[in-house]
């Protein structure tokens, strides 16, 4: 091997090194998509899934979130809590919410950071004069042009006295109990752990986050290292699962760019489409 030769395999390990190492550590959001079919609506119907935000800041008043939220053009937004971090200040989950909840009819439910910052209350407030609807173990009516869908959300556990799921578990019931067999029932969650709760329910659909990916993916070997209340290797870091017969768990994998590193995990929307059934 002459050393030109030489020098120019070394260069391109090098790039090549450079390029993956850029790849792992990218902030750049992704989009993933996922189809459920359905004889519950007649026509499609987009929801995009946001989750876990933690105020992170994507371009100045978040415009390069919202460009991206505009061009996904979605019939409803879901927000599964964390979107506000006790950690750093909110103004840039403000300048998401104001901006999408004016432009479309959003759905929102608390994560246990909103509870860790002390004025869960607030934050709540804020949320709905951005008009956000908040779910806190109710259920609203969401009219598309697939029809009509019920949609259900529950707080965070943290925010519940005993912290657990005695009191969450009311709430729940309560969602659970507007689910009506003839429409598409669809439920906001924090937490992706809790599914032996979720699969004993009549959803249709779950939309969780809270796992943050695992926060370091090993692509083909491991879908997670380490997710909060599953330790290592999270069975639901992110991705589709299927509940039981004819019920879907999608875990987002959340657009944190604080605190813990994210390794071939870069920050997600998820986009979540509705398609009629057809018959055999």
């Not at 020098?7 to 090194?17: E, K, M, N, V």
């Not at 109990?177 to 599914?195: C, G, K, N």
């Not at 999270?234 to 768990?249: F, I, S």
Request: overall charge positive; some cysteine.
């Amino acid at each position: 091997m002459n050393k030109l030769t030489k020098a120019a395999l070394i260069t391109g390990g090098a790039a090549t090194l450079a390029a993956l190492a850029a790849a792992a550590v990218s902030e750049k959001p992704k989009v993933t998509s996922y189809v459920i079919s359905t004889e519950k609506v007649k026509k499609p119907v987009r929801l995009l899934h946001v989750s876990d935000l933690h105020s992170s800041a994507y371009g100045k008043e978040q415009r390069k979130l919202i460009e991206l939220t505009n061009a996904i053009a979605p019939d409803a937004i879901l927000l599964t809590g964390d979107i506000a971090d006790n950690r750093v200040p909110n103004d840039n989950a403000f300048a998401y919410t104001r901006a999408v909840g004016a432009s479309y009819p959003c759905f929102y439910v608390t994560g246990n950071h909103e509870f860790y910052t002390g004025y869960a209350e607030k934050l709540r407030q804020i949320f709905a004069s951005h008009g956000l609807t908040l779910l806190e173990g109710e259920s609203a009516t969401f009219v598309t042009k697939g029809g009509s869908l019920t949609v259900c959300g529950v707080d965070d556990p943290y925010g519940f006295p005993d912290r657990k799921h005695r009191f969450w578990e009311e709430q729940l019931a309560d969602c659970n109990a507007a689910v009506q067999a003839d429409r598409f029932a669809l439920l906001l969650t924090h937490r992706p752990e809790i599914v032996d709760y979720y699969a004993e329910t009549d959803f249709d659909l779950i939309v969780a986050g809270h796992a943050h990916g695992g926060q370091v993916i090993l692509p083909k070997v491991i879908n997670g290292l380490y997710a909060p209340h599953q330790g290592l290797f999270p069975k639901y870091a992110g991705g589709r699962y299927t509940l039981r017969e004819g019920q879907t768990m999608i875990v987002s994998r959340g657009l944190s760019k604080y605190v813990r590193p994210r390794i071939f995990n870069r920050p997600e929307l998820v986009v979540i489409t509705l398609v009629p059934k057809n018959d055999p």
